[in-house]
Every structure is written in structure tokens, then in C-alpha cells.
């Protein structure tokens, strides 16, 4: 008789989760909570960037990503430089190594097919592409769910993209401008599908229309420099940013309103302490939050969310409240547009904070409007995303064991690739 620990799916989750961003992490929740209530069987551990933090917070075995513990901070030392060295060259035989043990690897969610934020191709991209073509190699099926994707300047760090996306076994995107980006590079999209975002998938706090005189609103805040593309200039695009959102925070609180500020990543609270110190007011406080879940219940809890970070609006959009995006790529746009809400939009690298209160008074007057939209989207959402991890894992787990599994996958690479 065959026990269940040797028919069981060995499922390995790979990425930068536990490393600060909330958004990262609510998306490996998603996953987790689908393959626990649907493939209770399946032994799942990661491969990520804050190893510690995964296994205490989800209680799954959990390897560091990089050899090398400080793979992201900037080497100036000669130690440091050598064990970043090192590391490229130790990391392709533990990453190979790692995915050997798995019958799959999803990676859940995240922008990891992009560069809409300052990245060099030596970091994730490089390490990315070793996870997918050791998949490719060893025959363990990499899938791509729910990622994020878009143009990329820079030719090192498009070519690594470009061939991750191509040796994975399976790609589904959270939006359809993704999935241009990647058709763009050369990648045959014809089978992949377009999804709302993992994060729909999580459960909603629980909601109800404000009444009374004007409440809180929830500002979500970002340590915004501008993208990949925008190094030269990233100083200024920063200080533009922090001085229109100060200006914002500062009109409504002239106004009386409550504001609770919002983060996404750890990174992000030098942003905070700047409002807090140049608005100095009793109204102004930082919400603290440490996951999706505690962003949702802020918003839930809020009259209006103007909001940067594209899971803080995902947060606001799921919990039903009335959202400004603060918009730095073409995902938030893509996000707004498909809750409704696509008029709300304002430049994150030119916060013009007169326009932004403009608009953000004309989203309130359309506030029970809005909410009724957003209430009918969400369920759209839902039942989009459970049909889409419903079907992602009968295609990644069938009945017939580890072998179909593997032959299927990438059978369906195969056809995707030629």
C-alpha cells in the first residue's frame, strides 16, 4: 500500500516573501489558503527572500534565497563584494538543488516580470531565471501565477525576464497590460490567461456605508523614487512626491478630517515620519499595519482611501471603499479601470496637490455610487480568482500522481514555447 506522505504533491512556493512587502506576502497567503483548503495533502516549504519570517508566520519550511545575506545592500567593502560573488555562483546549484525536492513550484503573485521600481538584473531577475530554467531542466513544472509584467529598458534585465517567462511551464497574469508586456518581449501569450490579482482571493473584512459627518481618511504612502528607467532623476521624482503628498495631508486636515497613514514595505516609513513631522497635527497617525489583512481592515474602516502602493489599492478597491489611485505604472491604471473607478487616477510623479483634492472631493460626492460599483466588481473578482486557482491546480495536481504531473505541465510549456 502506498502511504500518503509518498503520494502527497511536493509544492514549493518561490520569491521575495517576508522581505517587508505586504503585497508579496498577501499573495502567498492566497496560495497557501487555496492549496490548504483544496490539497490539504500537499507539503509545501519556500524558497524566499526572508526565510525566518515565512516559516514562523505560516509554518512552512522556508530556505534563504541567496547565499549571501546581504545580497541586497549595496557592497562596497572587498569582503563584500566577494561574497556577492560567491553567492552568483552558489546560488544556481541550491537553487536546482531546492527545486529537485519539488513535483512543482508556483510562484505566487508579485510584479517579478517587471521594473516599474528601481532593480538590478543581478538581484531577483538573475535569480528568478535560475529557478525557471532549473525547472526546465530538471522537469519540475515552474508556475508563473498572477504575476505582474511590463516594458523594460534595461537589455540585461529584459533578456533575463524574457527567458524566465519562457521556460516556465505555466503564465497567468493579474492584468492584460502584463501580458502585452511579456507578448512584447518575444514570449507566445496565446494560451496565458489574464486574472484579477491573487489577493481577491482573501477573505473581506467585513464593511458597512459611513453615515454621519465626514470620517477618516486612509493615505497610503510610498518611498516612491520612480521606476527602473528613472535613476538619474530619482531624487527629484522623491522629493516632488513626499512635498505634494504633504501638501494633501495637510488640506485635509484643514479640513478636520482624520487622517491614518498607510505603508506597503517596510521602506516606506521614513515617508510617514516625514508627514508626521511637517503636518504636526493630532489628526495624522500611522495605522502600523503588518499584513494585507490589516490594510483591508483600515480601509474597510475609512470614508476614502487615496492610496500609492497597488496593494494598498487593492486593499481599499476589496474592501468596498471609494479609491484615488496614486499611480506609478500601468497595473494601478489596469486595477482602477477594472473596479470601475478608472477616472481616479492622478500621476505619482507629479502630485500636484491642488488637482489631487479636486479629485478627491469629486470621489467623495460619488461615494455611495461608488461602492455599490465596487461592491458588484468584487464579486466578479472572486469568483474569477477561485476559478482560476481551481483550474491552475487541476492542471498542476492531477488525480494520476507526481509523473502525469510533470508530463502535463509541460506538455502545456511545450505548446505555449514552439
Request: proline residues 5%.
Amino acid at each position: 500500500m502506498t502511504s500518503a506522505k509518498e503520494t502527497s504533491v511536493r509544492v514549493g512556493v518561490f520569491g521575495l516573501l517576508g522581505s517587508g512587502n505586504l503585497g508579496n506576502d498577501g499573495s502567498l497567503e492566497a496560495v497557501l489558503g487555496h492549496l490548504r483548503a483544496e490539497h490539504p495533502e500537499a507539503v509545501v516549504d519556500a524558497l524566499c527572500g526572508g526565510a525566518e519570517v515565512v516559516a514562523a508566520r505560516y509554518g512552512i519550511p522556508a530556505t534563504r534565497l541567496h547565499w549571501y545575506r546581504g545580497e541586497y545592500r549595496t557592497a562596497s567593502r572587498a569582503g563584500a563584494i566577494a561574497g556577492k560573488g560567491l553567492g552568483k555562483l552558489l546560488d544556481p546549484v541550491r537553487t536546482a538543488a531546492w527545486v529537485r525536492r519539488h513535483d512543482v513550484v508556483i510562484v505566487p503573485g508579485m510584479g517579478v516580470l517587471e521594473a516599474t521600481l528601481p532593480l538590478r538584473p543581478w538581484g531577483f531577475p538573475y535569480s528568478l531565471f535560475l529557478l525557471c530554467a532549473s525547472g526546465r531542466l530538471l522537469r519540475t513544472p515552474v508556475a508563473l501565477v498572477g504575476v505582474g509584467a511590463a516594458p523594460i529598458g534595461n537589455r540585461p534585465t529584459r533578456a533575463l525576464v524574457r527567458w524566465s517567462a519562457r521556460l516556465a511551464a505555466y503564465r497567468s497574469y493579474r492584468d492584460a497590460p502584463s501580458r502585452d508586456a511579456i507578448r512584447e518581449m518575444g514570449v507566445d501569450t496565446a494560451r496565458d490567461e489574464v486574472h484579477p490579482d491573487l489577493a481577491f482571493a482573501l477573505p473581506s473584512p467585513r464593511t458597512s456605508a459611513p453615515s454621519g459627518p465626514p470620517g477618516a481618511v486612509c493615505v497610503g504612502v510610498m518611498d516612491f523614487h520612480g521606476g527602473n528607467d528613472d535613476r538619474a532623476r530619482a531624487d527629484e521624482i522623491h522629493r516632488r512626491y513626499l512635498d505634494g503628498m504633504i501638501r494633501f495631508v495637510r488640506a485635509l486636515v484643514e479640513d478636520g478630517r482624520p487622517v491614518r497613514l498607510l505603508t506597503g514595505d517596510t521602506c516606506d516609513a521614513s515617508v510617514v515620519a516625514a508627514i508626521l513631522d511637517a503636518v504636526d497635527s493630532p489628526l495624522v497617525t500611522d495605522a502600523e499595519v503588518t499584513s494585507l489583512a490589516d490594510l483591508m481592515k483600515e480601509t474597510a474602516a475609512a470614508d476614502t482611501v487615496v492610496a500609492t502602493r497597488y496593494h494598498n489599492l487593492i486593499c481599499a478597491l476589496k474592501a468596498g471603499t471609494p479609491t484615488l489611485a496614486l499611480s506609478y505604472a500601468a497595473k494601478s491604471e489596469a486595477l482602477m479601470e477594472r473596479m470601475g473607478l478608472g477616472a481616479y487616477c492622478h500621476p505619482a510623479r507629479e502630485v500636484d496637490a491642488g488637482q489631487l483634492l479636486e479629485q478627491f472631493r469629486e470621489l467623495e460626492q460619488r461615494s455611495a455610487e461608488l461602492r455599490q460599483t465596487l461592491a458588484e466588481r468584487n464579486l466578479v473578482a472572486a469568483r474569477q480568482i477561485e476559478e482560476h486557482l481551481t483550474a491552475l491546480t487541476a492542471a498542476l495536481f492531477p488525480a494520476t500522481g507526481h509523473t502525469h504531473t510533470h508530463t502535463h505541465a509541460h506538455a502545456h510549456a511545450e505548446r505555449k514555447t514552439r
